[in-house]
């Protein structure tokens, strides 16, 4: 427990799931990646908390991960909802009309980029390419089953996915 | 017989493991002595699910779009039958995507089990490594390896032997081998398929490679945006491992190598070499000023070699077939082949991989069909945000370095993006723009703001509200970005504007002086009016969000131009066709 101040920096209250990683990688040089992926891994998201706790048991400065954390597209400050849609902006895509798929996502779901529906249920981000070009337009869906990827998306389309997958999450709570 | 089921990304996006599911179930249901295997991306991605039935290895038919309920037939007529579903076999016409190719990279995705090390053993897999370690010397691979010609798959075109001959000649206590899997541009995704089809024939170019340059540790530097490529490279490491042909004294040789993955975290800029390996030690991807170069001073200060996957792959062909054969193939300059993902307004898209210095019109129109819909062809984007749009004109230019880098484009990592008629060249300016200046990684002044002002003023021209000088202007910003940026990323960062100012200087113009996007793209550039073919069903008129259509049942309706926002709702509500954007 660091005795300067509350940030509970060092102490592991919480972060127990994460104790394998950070002995594995706690001590190896270059390994902050690593472990800040599989911290996303575990928590959905890199919270201050996890930063700094991560920074009393590696001795890295929170500054710096931080400073990692933001530059990587890959890491999230924010928790995020229970589906993370991945839509990809790639160059077929957007010559196949991402952007048009894009709007119909926001509208279906009211929120933007990086955003999260108030119900938890979904996140949008959108993501560089997702290679899968030649089905383009397209995006992957992330949830605790896995992921699943849809391609050569319409308006129509999309909607009918996400309105898929809002039934099974609402039947699901029941 | 067996039955094998194309998965990799494209095809379990279209829905495979449930087509392969559901061959496992039916196959099992009728006690048929049938093995259900899977495969890596035959390259027909607009195919997939592609589902192939082998007499051992004799191909007898492939299916194509098999989806699951599909797969009854199959088994039913040809597992039990013994009759080719014809139906849904492949054409001509389409197999005719692979035959016009010329496979060296591919030569087992779509044709091996990508998670059996045996089934690349069989295909003569590890027999150049073994070659290499115990016939040949360093100094011979490297010599093999001049001989062929190849040069850096991943952008720049660097000759590979010359990377290794200098990693070997710097001296060091330990050495680096780095493979540059982080494929970064968007629209590209040959590497993809090399890890996820065959992962193998990457890890012995690797070891080869390691064992030229006297490297004894490897570091496959993988997207993390790519799980089922990190997946099989395990699968694979730890196959090549327990085969003995990753470890300590390989073939008796004395040489000991082993690899491991290092995930990326999602940053373009790490395609530059010395941003990767300020990445590989976990700091912030950033450049760094050469020299010293990464052959001198690299991972953790030692000498160290970063390839591109294709590259490696490449390398057991040339070490097995010797590099006079790899030589023969394409141009005087531009050895071998090259693969090409080719996407975006094109019939046939897919993985295609071409010799050396085919003319762009040959790909396009000869493996890829022509442009979807039967549009005009208007141009081809390649190097993805690096690169450049090579116009319709100049469809006949050889696809090989010299000529591709004469158009002002670059051959780059192997994206081929098709446009047509509908696509606004000023349009994909900014978004290669909008890339760019998000992935900038800030170090360089002229990159960090630079392209930040190119996206402003490309974005006020694609809303209408283009200046007289803006041309000039752009132009002006795109030379002193390429001259006051250290690495790659903002070298290059400005040729998709300077290429589309370049052949497509009208489509700018029109902009900018007479409001119009010609390719009715760019929306506040647009008219919409409703024509005669209104039949007054009045749907276009309850979607509008304005309020801005009126006209009674039945009747000719009218947009008012003063409230429309031009969102296109009522375009995408007209059962008729009848309303026409300008």
Known sequence: ?174 | MRVVVGQGSCGVATGARKTSAEFERLIAEAGLDVTVEKTGCIGNCYLEPIVDVYDGDKLLSRYVQIQPEKAADIVERHLKGGEVVSEYAISEADERFLTGQRRIVLRNAGVINPESIEAYMATGGYKAIEKALKEMSPEDVIAEMKVSGLRGRGGAGFPTWFKWDAARKNRGDMKYIVCNADEGDPGAFMDRAVLEGDPHSMLEGMIIGGYAMGASEGVIYVRAEYPLAIHRLELAIDQAREKGFLGNDLFGSGFSFDIRIKAGAGAFVCGEETALIASLEGERGMPRLKPPFPAEKGFWQKPTNINNVESFANVPWIILNGGEAFGAIGTAQSKGTKVFALAGKIKKGGLVEVPMGLPLRDVIYGIGDGIKNDKAFKAVQMGGPSGGCIPASLIDTPVDYENITKTGAIVGSGGMIVMDETTCMVDMARYFLDFTRKESCGKCAYCRVGTKRMLEILERITAGEGQDGDIELLVELAEKIKDGSMCGLGQTAPNPVLTTIRYFRDEYEDHIYRKKCTAHSCKPLLTFTITEDCKGCTLCAKNCPTDAISGERRELHVIDQEKCIKCGKCEESCKFAAILRD
């Open chain 1, 1 to 174: 427990m660091c005795e300067n101040c509350d940030c509970k920096q060092g102490d592991g209250a919480g972060f127990a799931a994460l104790d394998p990683v950070l002995e594995k990688y706690g001590k190896v040089p270059g390994s902050l990646i690593t472990i800040l992926q599989k911290t996303q891994d575990i928590y959905g998201y890199l919270s201050v908390d996890a930063i700094n706790h991560i920074s009393g048991r590696t001795g890295v400065k929170p500054a710096k991960i931080y400073g990692v954390a933001t530059f990587y597209t890959q890491f999230r400050l924010k928790p995020i909802g229970k589906n993370l849609i991945m839509l990809c902006k790639g160059t077929a895509c957007h010559v196949n009309g991402a952007d048009m798929i894009e709007e119909a996502i926001s509208e279906f779901l009211g929120v933007g980029d990086g955003e999260t529906t108030e119900d938890g249920l979904f996140t949008l981000n959108n993501v560089a390419c997702l290679g899968c070009c030649s089905l383009a337009p397209v995006m992957m869906v992330k949830s605790a089953e896995g992921e699943e990827t849809f391609g050569n998306l319409t308006k129509d389309k999309v909607k009918a996915v996400l309105a898929e997958i809002r039934q099974r999450e609402q039947e699901a709570a029941v």
